[in-house]
């Protein structure tokens, strides 16, 4: 199984600061075929089911604010937020879907300092 | 738009079967793979199992595998997963989420599942 790595477990940045969170696979997740990395980024607000923020590693879903970004390739992944705003307070996942089972990362908690 | 709506959770014993079904609506089901992945109070996410748009892949988790079935009826827009010989440890919100290319775009609001005697 691919093992799904995110830091920091917890993370707090002020209001209009960037926040960066990282997730490792222990495999890679880029399959050579298609040249794409699978590997989705989702956000989950408190006491609400989880949304999709990016897939394909790097595109984000329609209607995601822009100051959402997502980078890397092969097994090393991070998701940026240019500058955070309060709704951005929430519990950060990302997931790869290169092979079954499709693993989590455990969670990343932003909070606003 | 799309609207997945989950039921059949509940309260039952170890050792028990529950079903959970979630109704689709908004978009094409029978075009799309599904998944179920569950969250224990205060825990992430996981990842329970997939079928594709005609039942004919199916994967499941680890924890699960040999336990629970996971199907569908695309003539009634519903995905299912049978949950037999339920465990403690399979206490969790059950969200159901439709697939998109291996990755879920769209969740409904779950359905929890609390297994104690």
């Known amino acids: 199984d691919i093992v799904m790595t995110q830091s920091p477990d917890s993370l707090a940045v002020s209001l209009g600061e960037r926040a960066t969170i990282n997730c490792k696979s222990s495999q890679s997740v880029l399959y050579s075929s298609t040249n794409k990395n699978y590997l989705a980024w989702y956000q989950q607000r408190p006491r609400q089911p989880p949304q999709l923020l990016i897939y394909?590693?790097?595109t984000r879903e329609s209607g995601v604010p822009d100051r959402f970004s997502g980078s890397g390739s092969g097994t090393d992944f991070t998701l940026t937020i240019s500058s955070l705003q309060a709704e951005d307070v929430a519990v950060y996942y990302c997931?790869?879907?290169?092979?079954?089972?499709?693993?989590f990362g455990q969670g990343t908690k932003l909070e606003i300092k | 738009q799309v609207q997945l709506v989950e039921s059949g959770g509940g309260v039952v014993q170890p050792g028990r079967s529950l079903r959970l079904s979630c109704a689709a609506s908004g978009f094409t089901f029978s075009n799309f793979g599904m998944h179920w992945v569950r969250q224990a109070a205060g825990k992430g996410l996981e990842w329970v199992a997939y079928?594709?748009?005609?039942?004919?892949?199916?994967q499941y988790g680890d924890s699960v595998k040999g336990r629970f079935t996971i199907s569908r009826d695309n003539s009634k827009n519903t995905l299912y997963v049978q949950m037999n010989s339920l465990r403690g440890e399979d206490t969790a919100v059950y969200y159901c989420?439709?697939?998109?290319?291996?990755?879920?775009?769209?969740w409904g609001q779950g359905t929890l599942v609390t297994v104690s005697s």
């Open positions: 997931q790869q879907y290169y092979s079954s089972p499709y693993t």
């Open positions: 079928i594709s748009y005609d039942g004919s892949n199916i």
């Open positions: 989420a439709k697939d998109l290319r291996g990755h879920c775009d769209s």
């Open positions: 394909w590693a790097s």
